[in-house]
């Protein structure tokens, strides 16, 4: 049993309903994304020890103490990503799975401070730009790379962004981000690594709102020009940012069940989500790291109707997704009439 708030009883029909539903997502980490088998494969394949003898094993560390515990697990996960085949395997996985949800398109993050430690960019690059053209044919879902810095590596953060640079000149990357230990680390640190990208013509979002209240977001607003806030949840603390918010429609990339896992809610209280629409802020709904949540795109949607949220309520938010992605208008408008064909249906 998910011991996670719920009030309303979802039809089976609801769920088929949900998972046929259209989407995109916004916000979604490569390496969040490879599950616990994957890992442990490529633990094998690479020679990296785990600390878990057996695969079992390993998957239990999936059960979060808190914000710092989960970056502890993450790292290890990501040590066994030790070459680009690695990521080209990994896309491809990702690819399938988020088929089965019928996601045409997302946007997804690369840990790229962590990735350029031991890794050569451009192989990295040439890797993920030959899946993701082959992945759109085999399974029918477009990919792009949003490479984001590690708060706790300022260091790194020009090398990511020529890293950025580099893949935008592919075709595959098309923004930079910014993630990681919220707190200690806040978003003036990278204002002008955030410039040189909105200057190089880099779309900018940033992770804020998450573990570190209302300050951070508005560290990202103001600071870095965030075109859109990963998580943003803890707006809902600071009545004239969500007043910001809701006049500016910067949107927020929601992930419920990453915020359940982690505690930043409480399991007994209904998701902020709804509160921050209510109050006409523009939210999206996303999975972040889906196997170390336990969670998949579906299931979120899943989630938001056991929380009340009605079919006209759960549309809009796929629709958001849509609107709020950094695809081209063109693009955007061949997807919306994808949409509307599933809507009339
Ligand atoms: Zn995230």
Known sequence: MDPIYSNTAVSPELMTRLRAMPKVELHVHLEGATDAATVWELARRNQVTLPASTLEEWQSMYAFRDFDHFIE????????????????FMTERFLAQQAQHNVKYCEVFLSASILLDKLPPAEVIAALAETIRQGEATHGVQLRFIPDISRQVPDSQYRVLEFVLAGQEEGIFIGLGVGGKEIGFPPELFTDVFAEARRQGLHVVAHAGETDGPQSIWGAIHSLQAERIGHGVRAIEDDQLVDYLRQSQ??????????????????????PIR??????????????????FSTDLTSEYVLLAR??????????????????????????AAYRAEWKTFARA
């Open 307 to 332: 929380q009340g949220f009605s079919w006209d309520e759960l549309w809009q938010l796929s629709l958001n997704a849509l609107e709020a992605s950094f695809l081209p208008d063109e693009a955007k």
């Open 73 to 88: 697990i993450y790292l290890l996960a990501a040590d066994c990503m030790q070459t680009p085949a690695d990521f080209a």
């Open 275 to 292: 509160a921050l629409m209510d109050q006409g802020v523009y939210v999206t709904v996303n999975s972040d790291d889906p196997p170390m």
């Open 250 to 271: 910067i949107p927020l990339e929601v992930s419920p069940y990453s915020n359940y896992r982690l505690k930043v809610v409480p399991p007994d209280q209904p998701h």
